[in-house]
């Protein structure tokens, strides 16, 4: 499950919370733009002994009346992986662009979105490039830039609200999305994607003492991806629940969080030509204490501790664990202009070939937003 570049700024989103927006009348335009820099150091025992990257995301939204709300979203990255040998792989350019636009058909209550990624990332690179695609793709990790280009594609959807009794509200939504064809290798054949269908469902609410509950549930199935000359690619279909509790705590707020995705394994994946992507489940849970030190600044030290288990049998094996700590400093400039300030460290270790290999790099970002 890769993140998208409307998704590089924020977090999980529920329909609930989406749709309850957009009762609001007001024009705005909302920009944000920053840097960020991220590498992991590797043990001894595999190939490459580096992962670094680069990215500079970009992402404007503009609201049009009370139902239509326009959101563009790219970035700029470079990454690099270096081989134990001290050979370096390197790319570097724009990744796919993002334009979704939001419609409110009921305000309140119905909204439609339709997203077209327009494929201005890396396609057709070179086969001595796909160590670097691959490494920087891991959810274990959890790069910035998990993915550089496509051939582009389109997706819709819906999603509903309602309140239920008190401040509780409950979300659903349904999305489709189609892939274009495009030659992911130089001098390969042509990757057709299969269609993706993804239900959603979410609940939010308090829950007394000034504390809050948010939840979701995503469910994804895609079709197989047609690599041509009789071979597809096929993936399991994929879970993922998120929960979220905000507590009071003294003069600050205390945010406990988790989420899993559980990949299965692919119906078809035996059958004659298939290329199976092996069973996996990604566990993450984590807490971030927000903590004013003045109407401008607000220190926000965060703790995460993320599993990784894969393998194409029964049993899945140990990929690896990573626990990320650090702070985010928060500080607002102007009435319309916010800064954050990122610094992060990640340790851990990958399991390979009966051995675990230690891994530990830093974070680093800026961003600043602004709107009026």
Known sequence: MHARPLLLCG????????VQGQGNPAFGTTARAGVFFESYSFG???????????????????RVGSRLTVDLGTAYTRASVRETNGHTIDHAGPIDTDVRATVGVIPDRLIFTLVTTLPTGATA??????????ATATDLLGFTTPGFGSGGGVSAGFASAFKMSGDWAVGTGASYRYGASYTPVQGGGTLTPGGEVRARFGI???FGGGRYFRGAFVYT??????????????????????AAVSVPFGRSNLALYGWEMRRLRARNFDAPGAVSVPRGNVLALGARLERPVSPQLTVVPLLEFRHELTGPTDRMELLGYLVRTGADLRYRLTERATAVVQAQLAF????DDQQNVSIVGPRLGVLIEWTR
């Open 44 to 62: 001894s025992g595999l190939a490459f002994d580096r992962i670094s990257e680069f990215t500079i995301p970009v992402t404007l939204t503009q």
């Open 221 to 242: 199935t895609s079709g197989g991806n047609d690599l041509g000359g009789g071979r597809h690619s096929v993936i399991g279909d994929r879970a993922l629940a998120y």
């Open 204 to 206: 939010e609410g308090p």
């Open 348 to 351: 851990g270790s990958l399991r």
């Open 125 to 134: 690179v070179p086969d001595t490039t796909l160590p670097l695609f691959g």
């Open 11 to 18: 977090a999980l989103c529920m329909a609930a919370a989406t």
